[in-house]
């Protein structure tokens, strides 16, 4: 793996190396060095290393405890509880991954270019190299942008909600070790809802020292938005020798997205890197039905556990579950942590719940209720919130919503501790509104011969991260992105709108008769 920290070489940087890991004094350093020995000594034993042993193998998930152990002393004591949880779980994430990567490089030295196995002397000669390279030389970098990063998190966490009276200033450590880059960056003054700090929020680089401090806007003169952002790129932008920037990866922000460290950092390109969060996913949210459901208040008790075990799905925290006798609806929510249900969708949800805490399987009634709690779940995983909509826009929402809604519902239930029992139920739900144009997209999904599972990634992607007035371009963007046809926008947006407004039977002749457009 390139080394990730080398695109800053400067004599300032250089002076600023902590060297954590080679003072007397830092037990924590010294121990993970000698159980990586441990772990490298055990990968020689068993012959190699899956993803899937991460995990399952004591001396490799000991390694990962220790590493993320290490990242989590970083998050400071004042953080609000809800902010540490995310990040002591990308701490934990970080680590597992960052394990991964030098188990599967130390892999690579098992056997000679024969394909034997090397004598282990020769063996440990590599592995006590690249054991000093991670776990000195990269983690001290590490460890430093996590003390900052997760000090700029805590206060992100901490901002004042009105932006009219409160705006962030980016402001620089102030001395000559300051990169020229970030110093232009210095004394910026915008709100904390200005598109510049999603993406220049500090730090900005391995090393930094910058922070972002909240100011009283009537003694501050506002930026201007759109120099800052070319400030911001060119302070994060450095071309290295494989055309690629280096920097690309800092544009993020800590609070905003409730992560330490970069979420396209080098670890995450590895081999088996997917395998390895899904792995990690399932160690970390250990989610289970302990006792028997008996009305409506024991069943937002269970998802007041299921939130904090997987916080993802309600990114503004969760309040409750009630009964709502609304009629023409299944179901609602404020997006705020509130969701209403009928009283007949209720007790079913809470008869599902209960057959899975039994370990039985789950009725297609059962399933089809919970896919109804399933989908107003999603509308508390988007990330912008709650904003006013035409009911064109609306529509087009909740195609996406009930679109990933569906497709994850197997995902669901095994986090739930069940598993899916009626797969028609991602294909066809009859008890939605919505059923007649999601089942068209799909249709147009293999009309056009994209991939089902990119298409889904790229549509949740969008639900997720993206104001609910753009998830037209997110479903047109998940299509053309998947398939290898040449094909318009126009085309895939007016099959979209089509897909809203026609039957199932219609808008499959539709697309019969169109398939001279693809290319």
Not at 387 to 399: D, F, P, S
């Amino acid at each position: 793996m390139e080394y990730q920290y080398s695109q800053c070489n400067c004599e300032s940087c250089q002076k600023e190396r902590l060297k954590l890991t080679k003072k007397e004094e830092n037990n924590d350093f010294k121990k993970l060095l000698k159980n990586f020995e441990t772990a490298f000594k055990t990968l020689f034993e068993r012959k190699g290393y899956k993803p899937e042993d991460l995990l399952k193998v004591p001396e490799f998930k000991k390694v990962v405890e220790e590493t993320a152990q290490i990242f989590s002393s970083a998050i400071p004591h004042e953080t609000p509880s809800e902010m540490k949880a995310y990040l002591e779980k990308d701490a934990f994430i970080f680590s597992g991954l960052k394990t991964h990567t030098q188990l599967t490089e130390a892999r690579s030295y098992l056997k000679d270019d024969n394909g034997h196995i090397v004598p282990f002397s020769k063996f440990q000669e590599k592995v006590l190299k690249l054991n000093e390279r991670y776990n000195q030389h990269y983690l001290e970098a590490e460890y430093q942008f996590a003390v900052h990063s997760a000090q700029s998190a805590a206060n992100w966490a901490n901002l004042q909600e009105d932006t009219s009276r409160y705006w962030l200033e980016y402001r620089t450590a102030g001395d000559e070790k300051v990169r020229a880059q970030h110093q232009a960056l210095n004394g910026i003054c915008l709100p904390k809802d200005d598109d510049f700090w999603t993406e220049y929020y500090p730090p900005n680089g391995w090393r930094c020292r910058c922070i972002a401090v909240e100011v009283l806007a009537r003694e501050k003169n506002l930026s201007d938005s759109k120099k800052a952002q070319d400030l911001g790129e060119k302070a994060t932008t450095q071309i290295g020798t494989n055309g690629k920037n280096k920097l690309q990866m800092f544009r993020f922000n800590p609070g905003k997205e409730q992560k330490i460290f970069p979420p396209n950092n080098a670890y995450n390109k590895v081999v088996g890197a997917k395998e390895v969060k899904k792995e990690i996913d399932k160690n970390q949210n250990i989610f289970k039905i302990e006792e028997e459901l008996k009305n409506v208040k024991d069943l937002s008790n269970v998802f007041n556990d299921f939130s904090k075990a997987y916080p993802e799905y309600f990114v503004r925290g969760f309040n409750e579950i009630k009964i709502t006798r609304q009629r023409g609806v299944n179901g609602f929510t404020d997006m705020n942590g509130n969701i209403a249900l009928t009283s007949s969708i209720t007790e079913l949800c809470i008869s599902g719940l209960n057959h899975i805490r039994l370990g039985k399987p789950t009725t297609f009634e059962q399933e089809k209720a919970l896919s109804t709690l399933h989908h107003e779940i999603w509308h508390n995983a988007n990330k912008v919130g709650n904003i006013r909509m035409t009911a064109e826009q609306t529509k087009v929402m909740e195609l996406a919503n009930e679109y990933v809604s569906r497709k994850t519902l197997g995902e669901f239930l095994e986090k739930l501790g069940g598993k899916l029992q009626n797969e028609e139920l991602t294909k066809n739900r009859t008890n939605t509104g919505y059923n007649t144009m999601v089942v068209n997209y799909d249709k147009l999904v293999k009309w056009i011969g994209s991939d089902d599972k990119k298409v889904i990634n790229s549509v949740k992607t969008t639900l997720v991260e993206n104001s609910y007035l753009q998830q037209k371009q997110g479903l047109v963007k998940a299509i053309l992105d998947t398939t290898n046809y040449q094909i318009s926008n126009n085309v895939i947006s007016t099959l979209i709108d089509y897909a809203q407004k026609y039957d199932n039977s219609t808008f499959e002749k539709l697309l019969e008769k169109n398939n001279g457009l693809r290319k």
